[in-house]
Each structure stands twice: as C-alpha cells, then as structure tokens.
C-alpha cells in the first residue's frame, strides 16, 4: 500500500488545494487528519453544513487543572477539505491526534498553533535569504503566490528544512507517537488501497519515521478518556474571521483571513481586487479621500513590486505596500504591521488601520440548526424566554418588584459570564449606592452564542455557570481586597448567596493584614452599602458583614496614621477609603460597635501631622468636622495656604466635610476667596490645578451655588451659572496670562514697551 504524506500549513488555500487534488486522484481508502480524535464518532455532526468558520471547542475541569481550546475550521482549512473530499471521495475519515484536553496539549489555546515559532533560527534564516521579513511574507512566496506544478516537493523540502534533525519535545513526541499508531492501523486494514495523511508539516518527518516502527498493535487506537472526577467535553462553536486574524492575536496559521478566503475563492489576481475595493471602500466609508488616480498609482506600484520580488501575480504584500505606497503621504511612526507578526499596535495610521480590518474581514460562522448544543444553551434561552428577557432593546427594572429582581439576577449571570450584546446602563455602581432601579440595553450579536456554547464548562445552568465563574475570580483575588470586594457585589448582583457568604468571610481575615488603603476603601464602601441598604438583597444589617465593616475601619484609620510625604497630587482612592470610613462612623456606629472618638483622636492627629500629605491632613480635618468636632475651618485652611499644598489640601476636606463647608458660608469659602484673590499670577497658576481638582467634589448644582456666593460678596449681579462657563480650558487661559506678563517684563527689561 502507499500512503501520501501531505504536510501542510494550517488555514492555507495552496495547501488545501493540493490536499483536494490528491484525494480527487487517489480515491484512497482512508485519509487521517491531524485533529482530536475523542470528535470521530461525532463527524457527522461536524460535517453538518454549516456556514464556515466554526470550532470545536473543548473543555477540560479537574484533576488540578483546567483547560479550553479550540480546533478553528474556515473554507480553505486544509483539515477541513480533507474531512470533506475525503468523505466524498468514499474514504474512512478520521482525527488521528490526542484530544486536546490531554496533558500534551495543556500549553495551547488553539490546537493548530505554528510550529515554526518553535524554531525561529531556521525560519530567520530562510526569511534572511529570500529577504523578506517574516513567516507570513515568506509563505506567501514561496507557496502562496506559485501554488502550481512542484508543490508537494516544495512544501516537503520546507517542512523537512524546518523540523531538521531537531528532536521534538516531550508534548509533540506523545502527540506524534499516537498519531503514528492510528498511521500504522490504517496501513494493516487498507492492504493494497491508498492512505492520504494530513497534518502539520513540522510533524511530515516523524510521522513518516515512526509509521514504518515494529508494532504488536492490533486495530485501531483507543482514544484516552479523562481521569476519574475530571470532566471533558467538546462542542461545535460559531467561529469568526476576526478570531482566525493574526493582527488580533491569534498565533496560528494564516493572518489577513478574507483576502486568503478571496485567493481560495478566485484566485490571485482575484484576490488582489478584491483586497484593493474592500480597502477602498472602507476608506470612503471613513470618509478617506481616494481618487482614480490614487488607484492608478497603487495598481502600478503593486505590479512593479510583483516583478521585481518575482512574482507571476500580485501576493498580499505586494498588495498592500503598494496601497501604502499611493495613499500614505505621511511619515509612519512604527512599521508596517505586515513587517511583523502579532497585534496592530496602538497608534498606527488611520490608512494602515482600514487596510487591516479589510484583510481580515467580519465574516462570522452559523452552526446547521440541527447541531447539538450544550445544556446551558437551551437552560438559558428558556430562562430569558421566561423572564420576556428574549428580545433586543431596552429594559427598566424595578428592583423592589420581585419579577424585575429576576431578571437583574440573570442579566448580572450574562455579564459575568461575558456574554456579548447586554449594556448595563444605569443601576447600583457599588454596595454604597442605595439605588432601586437599574436599566439594560440589548442588542443582536452574532458571538452571544459561541459565548454561551463557550460558557458552558462552567455549568448547565444559567446560575451555577455564573457561580463558577466568580468562584474562579475569588479564587485568583486570593489576599487583593479589592479584588475581592468586587468579586462580593458581582457575587450579590447575580444572587449566588453561597459564594458571598464565602467571601465575606475571607475579606474579613484578609484585612487585618492588607496594607492597600485605596482596596480597603473599596471593601469598606462595598461592605457598608450591602449592610445598610441592601433588604433587595437579603444582606442589609448582616453580622458577617458587619464584622468586615468594623475591621475595615480600624484597618483604614491605622493605615491613614502610618501614610508620610509632602506636596503631592491628592490621592483619590485613598481619600474615597477616608470618605467610607466617615460614612461608617456616623451610621453604622452604635449598631456595630464602631469607636467614634479613637476615630477623632486619629483624625485630629493626622489633620496636625506636618509629615502627612496634604490630602490626607485635609481629609483628616474633614472627617473630625462631619463627625461633629470642633475647631476653626477658616484658620485650618490659613494654615495650608501655600501654593503647592492649598489644592491638595482642600481636596481632601471637600471629600470629606463637602455639606459641611457649604453651610459654613462665611468660613472655607469666604477665606478661600479672599486667598485666591491676593494670589500672584504665579502662585495661582501653581495652585490651579489642584484647586480644579479639588472642586470637582463638588456636582455642578452645588458649583453653581458657590458661584452666587462669590457674585454675592463682590455685590454684583448676573448669573452664577456663567462662571462656570469658559471659552477655553481655565488652565490654558490661566498659562496665556503668565506668559504675557513674561513677555511683557522682557520687553520692558529691554526698553521695549508698547506705549
């Protein structure tokens, strides 16, 4: 018998073309694919006809570990046309490699991964002699662009120069030795009929070795099953060009996916027009001025490259340099994204932008309707079907209304779960805000089903799935509070009382060791929310919660003592952990236990200490005022008049005591005016900044309200509300001002004045 050993390039049209045309040719008993093989006995189902791309996805949970990983099909797939020629050609068709949640495969997201990022000096070498930049580039020359008579040899002679005599590591040994035996099967039971193999190039050589190996083996292979209590499954998933691309991030295979889908469909110079009307059209859309004559010069840069790099039409480089040749007019701040592999980093040019997302196109998979899905799936379209959550558009719920509870719940369950198309528009931000209704928009998205399908190792039901997930979260959060704190709402939102309950607990022993004041002001807000407001939820006056409030308290007021600097910008974080801290003070003491004077005795030392930033002096000052202290406001904001610590200063006040100073009208205001009115230019252009800052506390109704203030002790009329209006940023005007006054002390150092 013989057996052809096609070595291909994953997502390759030249390739999958040889692969059609060899079978066309040999009608061979059986063809072996590279792929899982746990999916054979569900090849009927995967042959479906579906709408390309699609994956299988897989899962793995247990054992200490777990995995996912997707084996991507499109048109062109060499795997894919094999699967089908194959099965039109009246050949036994089969997956041949481990399943991709065997420990062989733990290190990879996509199955068909390149081999050649694992031997970059052969590859740098061959892109050095034929001078091109890379992998793609190189491909696209040697196979892509003169896919004609020669190509098996040729791309047997690359795949041979790249593997070398290099020994494979431990994952592809196990990978190739298994692929080898159901090799070697197929060779016992064909007799004399044809064997066509097909997998990735880098492993043609040790294939070919291992198949002619002595075996005792008898029949086909087993197929490994997970260990005992792990869980494994596979599912067929809508896939997308976009996450084909490797301009996205995807490390396998071809990048640029719709113009390879356009050489498959219709050849290169097919391909190349295509390419050019896509990115034309793009542009003009982006309203992108493109003439004939840009297009004249780009057609005739892009055939005198073809010629001169040797090629007989056009390939993708040629094509797109030669774009860039004709509609780029600008010096470009970083290299061509097709010079390299990888992302398109920020920054790039608008032009440079379009002409990826041409290249990599938005066509986007359908699964046949009669293509089995997980349990999930169909839990939570009968959920949202319930819940009248099964439509796109918008949603005002009632928290308080038992009905509108439950959908908030599922949605919360869909967020965090990252299923695409649901925007939370407004509702409780965190558990400090006591607010009762919440809206939702939603809207079609091709990708909510792959994410559902995707979801589904999580659990097969809408809840239990959204449990998993944030136990995972809480699990990575392990000491961070802030993580944890977040990880508490989500958990709260989407009614996984179990899982909150958990980590209340383990907030409570993580704080007395945290040294993180902005994260324990988060858990503190969070906390104090829950427990004071929350009756929706069931955690409104908690004892556990209680605790964590108590302990954060102490936590956050012995950290506050210990923080030391001088003038520094305020700190908003840790000035919103001082502003919960006052906020548990005045309404959670007497329930809790909380000390209200130890807490006066830390702000008033912290408030006085020359060593304590600014902001936090400030914030200090204000939590002793809103917790009723005594002391003189106008002489504490005397005391921090310098330029460089007034802003900081006050910012922390206004965190902290904001109603405080507004009915204080003759106090922080009234002395705050008459100190920004006796400024000098360059003392207020030091403290503006800040100082912007600083009234930023303040909503703009209460802005306004200061702004009377001023107009009312200068005795003037007009509106308030002007003021607040400026034709430029005040900064800007403020910087305009001093350097005239500059230009104008030059000129008459110089004897220059304008009279």
Known sequence: ??????????????????????????????????????????????????????????????????HLSWTPFCEYSPEW?????????????????????????????????????RYTDVVERLCESFAVDNVDTLWDHLVEAEPGAGLAERLATYFDLLRGESAADE?????????????????????????????????????????????????????????????????????????????????????????????WERGPEGAADALV????????????????????????????????????????????????????????????????????????????????????????????????????????????????????????????????LARSRALHCLRAL????????????????????????????????????????????????????????FADAESDVGLLAGVLFDAVLCGVTELSERVIVTVAEVIAGSSELAALGEVLATTLGLWRHDRLFGTARSPALGAVIAASVTRVLWLAEAVRGGPAPANPARLRALAATRDALLHADTALGLDRAAALAVATRVSADTETPPDLRGAAY???????????????????AGPKTLGDWLAGLFALARDEVLADENGVLAVLDRLVTEMTEHDFLLSLPALRQAFEFFPPRERETIARGLLDRRGMRGSARSLLRTTA????????AALEDQVGAVLAREGLEIR
Request: net charge negative; hydrophobic share 40%; aromatic share 6%.
């Open 729 to 736: 940023d005040p900064l800007v005007l403020a910087e305009a």
């Open 622 to 640: 204000g939590l002793s005022w809103s917790l009723g202290a005594q002391g003189d406001p106008a002489r504490a904001v005397l005391g921090m």
């Open 418 to 473: 990252g299923v695409p198309g649901l925007t939370r528009d407004s509702g409780p931000l965190t558990g400090a805000d006591p607010v009762l209704r919440e809206c939702w928009t939603s809207t079609p998205s091709d990708l909510r089903l792959p994410a559902l399908i995707e979801a589904a190792v999580y659990g097969a039901t809408l809840a239990d799935a959204a449990a998993a997930v944030l136990d995972e979260r």
């Open 1 to 66: 018998m013989a057996v052809t050993w096609l070595g291909v390039r994953h997502h390759s049209p030249a390739c999958a073309r040889l692969v059609a045309e060899t079978i066309d040719a040999l009608r061979p008993a059986h063809v072996l694919v590279e792929g899982p093989a746990d999916v054979n006995d569900r090849l009927g189902e995967l042959l479906l006809p579906h709408t390309l791309p699609v994956a299988v996805f897989s899962y793995h949970r247990g054992g200490g570990r777990s």
């Open 81 to 117: 046309v094999a699967l089908t020629a194959g099965r039109a050609a009246g050949a036994e068709v089969r997956f041949i490699d481990l399943p991709a949640w065997h420990s062989a495969l733990a290190d990879r997201s996509n199955r068909y991964a390149d081999a050649e990022q």
């Open 277 to 404: 009307e896509a990115v034309v059209s793009r542009l003009r859309h982006r309203k992108q001025a493109v003439s004939t004559a840009d297009l004249i010069a780009a057609r005739a840069l892009t055939e005198g490259l073809a010629r001169l790099r040797g090629h007989q039409h056009p390939a993708r480089t040629d094509i797109l340099d030669g774009l860039v040749g004709a509609l780029v007019s600008d010096a470009l701040d970083q290299p061509l994204p097709w010079t390299r592999r990888g992302p398109l980093a920020p920054g790039a040019h608008p032009v440079v932008v379009e002409m990826v997302a041409a290249l990599s196109g938005n066509r986007v998979g359908r699964l046949h309707p009669d293509t089995p899905t997980p349990p999930l799936v169909h839990e939570v379209t009968a959920e949202l079907e319930r819940l009248g959550l099964d439509r796109d558009g918008r949603f005002d719920l009632d928290l308080t209304k038992d009905r509108d």
């Open 171 to 263: 994952a592809d040994a196990a990978r190739e030795e298994y692929m080898a035996r159901w090799v070697r099967a197929a060779m016992t039971e064909a007799g004399d009929r044809p064997i066509v193999v097909v997998t990735g190039g880098f492993h043609r050589p040790a294939l070919r070795t291992l198949s002619t190996k002595d075996s005792d083996e008898t029949g086909w292979p087993e197929v490994p099953r997970p260990q005992d209590g792990a869980i494994a499954d596979s599912y067929l998933v809508p896939y997308s060009f976009k996450r084909l691309d490797a301009f996205d991030g995807y490390q396998s295979g071809m990048p640029s996916p719709e113009y390879y889908q356009h050489l």
